[in-house]
């Protein structure tokens, strides 16, 4: 099994809800990334998992909350989001930080 | 900080012939990582091909090869044999290897790339 599967595929999302987003993987791999992709631009780094603990924040607003609850499993916990966070949102995984990453099909946001 | 530029928005190449994508780097480490990744419209993105900093020799992988011109930081990508199934967003990245910092993969803003029939 090689792969990062991501669901929902789709959500649409009023301000004020609560969802989550989930990244799965069983690869093995020990690293375990989040990443937010704006239309026609690169992914941007917003969250890095290495064995089950948060090594990277990247100034994320706190509308956004990650967990890793093993190291299968990253969640990405929604909360009263803006429109301007509608985006494509990529996990990705790796053996270790510092090896090739493996990205999931992401889910695609829409905060109206 | 690390940055990594793709110079060309927008290429297009004919069906079976060969185009070559390109990337430069600014970096002060003497090791690190280079990647192509691809991703076509509304899929995956995937690892097209890898190159550490420390070999000489060029990466290849079938038909994509590497141009990894280390003191000039250019990490470009040749495509030989063009397909159809060829066409969607490259993206050139790098990532550093020391420890704190081998988890940041910094991206170049895309090349988008047309296959024409």
């Known amino acids: 099994d090689t792969e990062v599967t991501q669901t929902p595929k789709h959500l649409v999302m009023g301000m004020t809800n609560k969802k989550s987003l989930k990244c799965e993987q069983h690869?093995?791999?020990?690293?375990m990334y989040w990443y937010k992709q704006k239309a026609k631009k690169p992914p941007e780094l917003m969250f890095v998992?290495?064995?089950?603990?948060?090594?990277i924040n990247e100034s994320v607003p706190s509308r956004f909350s990650p967990e890793c609850p093993n190291s299968s499993l990253l969640n990405l916990h929604l909360h009263a989001l803006q429109p301007e966070d509608s985006a494509l949102y990529l996990c990705?995984?790796?053996?270790?930080?510092?090896?090739?990453?493996?990205f999931g099909p992401g889910t695609r946001l829409t905060v109206l | 900080a690390q940055t990594v530029t793709q110079s060309q928005p927008e290429m297009s190449v004919q069906e079976a012939e060969t185009v070559t994508l390109s990337c430069t780097y600014d970096?002060?480490?003497?090791?690190?990582?280079l990647f192509w990744y691809k991703q076509p419209p509304s899929r995956q993105m995937i690892l097209v091909i890898r190159?550490?900093?420390?070999?000489?020799q060029n990466a290849t992988e079938n038909r994509f090869s590497v141009n990894f011109q280390k003191a000039a930081k250019s990490f470009s990508l040749k495509i030989s044999d063009s397909q159809l199934g060829d066409a969607a967003m490259y993206f050139c990245?790098?990532?550093?290897?020391?420890?704190?910092?081998?988890?940041?993969?910094?991206f170049g803003k895309g090349t988008k790339l047309t296959v024409n029939p």
């Open positions: 990705a995984s790796s053996q270790d930080p510092a090896t090739r990453k493996f």
């Open positions: 190159q550490e900093a420390y070999k000489q």
């Open positions: 970096t002060s480490e003497s090791d690190y990582y």
């Open positions: 690869m093995g791999h020990r690293a």
């Open positions: 998992y290495s064995y089950e603990k948060l090594s």
């Open positions: 990245a790098y990532s550093p290897v020391a420890q704190g910092g081998s988890e940041k993969l910094v």
